[in-house]
T-cell receptor, first 115, second 115 residues
Framework: DTEVTQTPKHLVMGMTNKKSLKCEQHMGHRAMYWYKQKAKKPPELMFVYSYEKLSINESVPSRFSPECPNSSLLNLHLHALQPEDSALYLC??????????????FGNGTRLTVT | AQSVTQLGSHVSVSEGALVLLRCNYSSSVPPYLFWYVQYPNQGLQLLLKYTTGATLVKGINGFEAEFKKSETSFHLTKPSAHMSDAAEYFCAVSEAQGGSEKLVFGKGTKLTVNP
C-alpha cells in the first residue's frame, strides 16, 4: 500500500471543464511534487513544494495551477486543458528539499483523459 | 548537469534466470543513484538507493545494484527472476545543483518474465 494517496484514480474531463487532483501524505514529509507521465515514458517534473512554498515550476502552462494548503496536502487545479494533457499525474513526497539523497515516495497517480 | 542512460528499453528473461538491467550515469559531482519500479497502473516504488558508503546496495524483492565509479554504472541485478518482477524499471540520478536538486530519470526498461 502506498503512503501517498491520490484522488481520483481516473478522471475524464472536457476542454472547458475545471477539475482538481488531490494528494495527501501523512509521513511528515516537507516536500511534495507533481509529475506528469505519458505512456512508455519516465515521469516529468512539473512542480516542487517545500515547506508549503512553491520552489520549482518547470515552465508548466498556466492551465495547471498547483496549491499546497498545508504540509500534508497538495492539489493540482486544472482548467481549459488540451487533449495532449492526457496522462498519468503522479504526486510524490520526500523528507526534505533540496536534499539530493532523499528518495521520493509516489502515489498511484490519477489517470487523466481530456476529451 | 547529470544524465542517465538505460541500455535496452526491453529486456526479456525466463523465470528463474538472472535479471540484469543496465544503467550508466553522467554527473559532475558524486551522484546519488536510485532504482524505481513501476507496476502497471501504479506509481513508482523505490527499489534501492546509493548515497555513500558500501557500493553494493541491497534493495527490496531480492534486487541489488553495484555502484562502479570507474565505469559510471549502477546496474540492477536479481539472481532469479519471478513472474511478479514483470514491470517497468527506472534508474535515476540526483546531485546537488546549488540548492536546486532534481531527480533525473532514465527512459526506463520494461522487464518481461517468461514462464
Amino acid at each position: 500500500d502506498t503512503e501517498v494517496t491520490q484522488t481520483p484514480k481516473h478522471l475524464v474531463m472536457g476542454m472547458t471543464n475545471k477539475k482538481s487532483l488531490k494528494c495527501e501524505q501523512h509521513m511528515g514529509h516537507r516536500a511534495m511534487y507533481w509529475y506528469k507521465q505519458k505512456a512508455k515514458k519516465p515521469p516529468e517534473l512539473m512542480f516542487v513544494y517545500s515547506y508549503e512554498k512553491l520552489s520549482i515550476n518547470e515552465s508548466v502552462p498556466s492551465r495547471f495551477s498547483p496549491e499546497c494548503p498545508n504540509s500534508s496536502l497538495l492539489n493540482l487545479h486544472l482548467h481549459a486543458l488540451q487533449p495532449e494533457d492526457s496522462a498519468l499525474y503522479l504526486c510524490a513526497s520526500s523528507q526534505d528539499w533540496p536534499q539530493a539523497n532523499s528518495p521520493l515516495h509516489f502515489g498511484n497517480g490519477t489517470r487523466l483523459t481530456v476529451t | 548537469a547529470q544524465s542517465v542512460t538505460q541500455l535496452g528499453s526491453h529486456v526479456s528473461v525466463s523465470e528463474g534466470a538472472l535479471v540484469l538491467l543496465r544503467c550508466n550515469y553522467s554527473s559532475s559531482v558524486p551522484p546519488y543513484l536510485f532504482w524505481y519500479v513501476q507496476y502497471p497502473n501504479q506509481g513508482l516504488q523505490l527499489l534501492l538507493k546509493y548515497t555513500t558508503g558500501a557500493t553494493l546496495v541491497k534493495g527490496i524483492n531480492g534486487f541489488e545494484a553495484e555502484f562502479k565509479k570507474s565505469e559510471t554504472s549502477f546496474h540492477l541485478t536479481k539472481p532469479s527472476a519471478h513472474m511478479s518482477d514483470a514491470a517497468e524499471y527506472f534508474c535515476a540520478v540526483s546531485e546537488a545543483q546549488g540548492g536546486s536538486e532534481k531527480l533525473v530519470f532514465g527512459k526506463g526498461t520494461k522487464l518481461t518474465v517468461n514462464p
